[in-house]
């Protein structure tokens, strides 16, 4: 018998041992199974969040390529009163700034507000079915959350707003004060620009600081919310599972539910700030891209191969931004090879004419021709292509003295012999040589390393590379002493015969040897002839002359 009961519990023991061996396979196949499909699905979910950051954000990126190109290129458009009007900081904000303000819209918002979507519909979906009841208790606090939001949003929308304006600001009072710091620092104001800086600087960071402040109210609101949705889960729950409607195990994955859903809520604060701020940003650059002060362009403007003859017929001018006429009934007219000298006052007008010729502005009333044709009817790309403009007020960019000059010609050919000849007659040549790295010399924003005189040939210099058929010359011989002034005239005289040239300034010398003279005082012509001629009248060109002459005696 006894031995029978140890065969039996023998028999019992081996059938144990075997279920005990097959359920620990079980076990270990399903979590070995589990931990695969987990690292299956970590693959997955990866690779598609991979493809989505691919999509969207490089999507964003090339959108937002697009647009500093959209608003670089309608900048460009623009007449030269719009950037009279705007400060160089806040058009430089807003293609900066802004524009990365829009992308951050354009790709981690609409990226973040797809998954906040597809998570939130999905673990909804679960707990409704798991139990429809206790998912209604435990959303009850989104109301109250969506009306948080929708308030904080308009106030962060103002505050965005004062904060990109107050960014403007501050970028246009820095480029102000490095582009003047030559003046700054002879004028010994660097500690009144330093104070200046700190209150900007402040205001900006109150600014920033309160949209800081009202930022920070959507986490803690958010994570009130979701914790008070978790104390719902738990007390509901727990009646329903005293109640045998629900057991532990629902309860338990309500709270990973619920914790899913933290991410999202949380994003949603993130993401509406985000929108503001866009829309904010947005709105300034759309400022400017509905601005329309363009030069009007017809679609299909002559083009003119070759100038023979300018003529201004009863041309007056009055500036949008200031209401001031700077030109009254203005008539002259001009043919190739032929010089006219313009003399006058400061602010008699006598740079709007060159701004008229090169269609920087439409005069208010007449017409300037260019061979018989109305200058608003013809190519505009293809009249400056053939005009060498010098402005009074000399620009060169930070590069170079040889790619300075080369700027003159539109594809930029390294003709090394075309560059030194324009230099020499510019009366520049041998300045560069004495100069280190001479034409490879790096010039400084603005030309900083350079005298005024020695900035002013250059930009003659780049002028004359181009072989204009209408050069300009406006008021750029003024840092220039008389000798030189001189030379480069004498320089120049064969090239004036092969173009129709216009030589602007305050100095009789400057204009003596055109062949014809106009004299400038508050927009109109008071008298015009040769030098000879001008002298001989005895009126306000031989008044000036003779001022001028006493002036250099002294």
């Given at each position: 018998?006894?031995?029978?009961?140890?065969?039996?519990?023998?028999?019992?023991?081996?059938?144990?041992?075997?279920?005990?061996?097959?359920?620990?396979?079980?076990?270990?196949?399903?979590g070995?199974?589990?931990?695969?499909?987990?690292?299956?699905?970590?693959?997955?979910?990866?690779?598609?969040?991979?493809?989505?950051?691919?999509?969207?954000?490089v999507?964003?990126?090339?959108?937002?390529?697009?647009?500093?190109?959209?608003?670089?290129?309608h900048?460009?458009?623009?007449?030269?009163?719009?950037?009279?009007?705007?400060?160089?900081?806040?058009?430089?904000?807003?293609?900066?700034?802004?524009?990365?303000?829009?992308?951050?819209?354009?790709?981690?918002?609409?990226?973040?507000?797809?998954?906040?979507?597809?998570?939130?519909?999905?673990?909804?979906?679960?707990?409704?079915?798991?139990?429809?009841?206790?998912?209604?208790?435990?959303?009850?606090?989104?109301?109250?959350?969506?009306?948080?939001?929708?308030?904080?949003?308009?106030?962060?929308?103002?505050?965005?707003?004062?904060?990109?304006?107050?960014?403007?600001?501050?970028?246009?009072?820095?480029?102000?004060?490095?582009?003047?710091?030559?003046?700054?620092?002879?004028?010994?104001?660097?500690?009144?620009?330093?104070?200046?800086?700190?209150?900007e600087?402040?205001?900006?960071?109150?600014?920033?600081?309160?949209?800081?402040f009202?930022?920070?109210?959507?986490?803690?609101?958010?994570?009130?919310?979701?914790?008070?949705s978790?104390?719902?889960?738990?007390?509901?729950?727990g009646?329903?599972?005293?109640?045998?409607?629900?057991?532990y195990?629902?309860?338990?994955?309500?709270?990973?539910?619920?914790?899913?859903?933290?991410?999202?809520?949380?994003?949603?604060?993130?993401?509406?700030?985000?929108?503001?701020?866009?829309?904010a940003?947005?709105?300034?650059?759309?400022?400017?891209?509905?601005?329309?002060?363009?030069?009007?362009?017809?679609?299909?403007?002559?083009?003119?191969?070759?100038?023979?003859?300018?003529?201004?017929?009863?041309v007056?001018?009055?500036?949008?931004?200031?209401?001031?006429?700077?030109?009254?009934?203005?008539?002259?007219?001009?043919?190739?090879?032929?010089?006219?000298?313009?003399?006058?006052?400061?602010?008699?007008?006598?740079?709007?004419?060159?701004?008229?010729?090169?269609r920087?502005?439409?005069?208010?009333?007449?017409?300037?021709?260019?061979?018989?044709?109305?200058?608003?009817?013809?190519?505009?790309?293809?009249?400056?292509?053939?005009?060498?403009?010098?402005?009074?007020?000399?620009?060169?960019?930070?590069?170079?003295i040889?790619?300075?000059?080369?700027?003159?010609?539109?594809?930029?050919?390294?003709?090394?012999?075309k560059?030194?000849?324009?230099a020499?007659?510019?009366?520049?040549?041998?300045?560069?040589?004495?100069?280190?790295?001479?034409?490879?010399?790096?010039?400084?924003?603005?030309?900083?390393?350079l005298?005024?005189?020695?900035?002013?040939?250059?930009?003659?210099?780049?002028?004359?590379?181009?072989?204009?058929?209408?050069?300009?010359?406006?008021?750029?011989?003024?840092?220039?002493?008389?000798?030189?002034?001189?030379?480069i005239?004498?320089?120049?005289?064969?090239?004036?015969?092969?173009s129709?040239?216009?030589?602007?300034?305050?100095?009789?010398?400057?204009?003596?040897?055109?062949?014809?003279?106009?004299?400038?005082?508050?927009?109109?012509?008071?008298?015009?002839?040769?030098?000879?001629?001008?002298l001989?009248?005895?009126?306000?060109?031989?008044?000036?002359?003779?001022?001028?002459?006493?002036?250099?005696?002294?």
């Open positions: 018998m006894p031995a029978i009961v140890d065969h039996a519990a023998d028999e019992i023991s081996m059938i144990y041992e075997k279920k005990l061996s097959s359920t620990q396979n079980d076990l270990w196949d399903t070995l199974n589990l931990a695969l499909l987990y690292l299956v699905y970590a693959l997955v979910n990866g690779f598609f969040l991979f493809l989505t950051r691919q999509t969207i954000i999507m964003s990126r090339k959108i937002e390529y697009d647009l500093k190109n959209e608003i670089f290129n900048y460009q458009s623009l007449s030269t009163s719009f950037f009279k009007k705007n400060n160089t900081g806040d058009l430089m904000n807003r293609i900066s700034e802004d524009v990365s303000k829009v992308r951050m819209y354009l790709g981690p918002a609409i990226m973040y507000s797809l998954n906040v979507f597809v998570l939130f519909v999905m673990v909804i979906t679960f707990m409704f079915n798991k139990n429809a009841e206790l998912t209604i208790y435990v959303l009850a606090p989104l109301p109250i959350l969506s009306f948080i939001i929708y308030k904080i949003s308009s106030v962060i929308n103002l505050k965005s707003e004062i904060t990109q304006r107050q960014q403007s600001r501050l970028s246009t009072f820095v480029q102000e004060a490095f582009s003047g710091i030559r003046v700054l620092k002879a004028y010994n104001r660097e500690n009144y620009f330093q104070n200046e800086f700190t209150q600087t402040e205001n900006y960071k109150r600014a920033a600081l309160g949209l800081a009202v930022n920070s109210f959507f986490l803690p609101a958010i994570v009130l919310l979701i914790g008070l978790t104390v719902l889960t738990i007390y509901i729950g009646i329903k599972t005293i109640n045998q409607e629900i057991d195990g629902d309860i338990l994955q309500f709270v990973f539910y619920i914790n899913f859903l933290t991410w999202p809520f949380a994003s949603i604060g993130w993401v509406t700030s985000l929108i503001q701020r866009a829309a940003s947005q709105k300034r650059i759309n400022e400017f891209l509905d601005q329309n002060e363009k030069i009007h362009v017809l679609k299909n403007a002559k083009k003119t191969a070759n100038i023979n003859s300018i003529s201004f017929n009863k007056s001018f009055t500036y949008e931004h200031t209401n001031i006429q700077a030109l009254k009934n203005i008539s002259f007219s001009l043919n190739k090879g032929q010089t006219l000298g313009i003399i006058g006052k400061t602010g008699s007008g006598k740079s709007t004419i060159a701004s008229l010729l090169s920087l502005y439409d005069p208010s009333e007449g017409i300037v021709r260019i061979n018989d044709s109305n200058l608003n009817e013809l190519d505009l790309e293809n009249i400056r292509s053939k005009i060498g403009y010098v402005p009074q007020d000399v620009f060169l960019f930070s590069d170079s040889k790619n300075n000059i080369l700027f003159g010609i539109n594809n930029h050919l390294n003709d090394d012999q560059v030194i000849q324009a020499v007659d510019a009366h520049i040549h041998n300045d560069i040589m004495e100069f280190p790295n001479q034409y490879d010399t790096l010039v400084g924003e603005r030309g900083v390393t005298s005024g005189g020695q900035k002013q040939r250059i930009s003659i210099a780049r002028a004359l590379i181009r072989e204009p058929e209408i050069l300009i010359l406006d008021d750029c011989l003024s840092a220039v002493d008389t000798s030189t002034e001189n030379t005239l004498k320089n120049l005289k064969p090239l004036l015969k092969k129709i040239s216009i030589i602007i300034g305050h100095r009789i010398s400057s204009v003596s040897l055109s062949d014809y003279i106009l004299v400038f005082e508050n927009g109109e012509i008071i008298e015009q002839g040769n030098h000879q001629q001008l001989e009248n005895k009126n306000h060109y031989y008044e000036i002359h003779k001022k001028q002459l006493i002036d250099k005696n002294d």
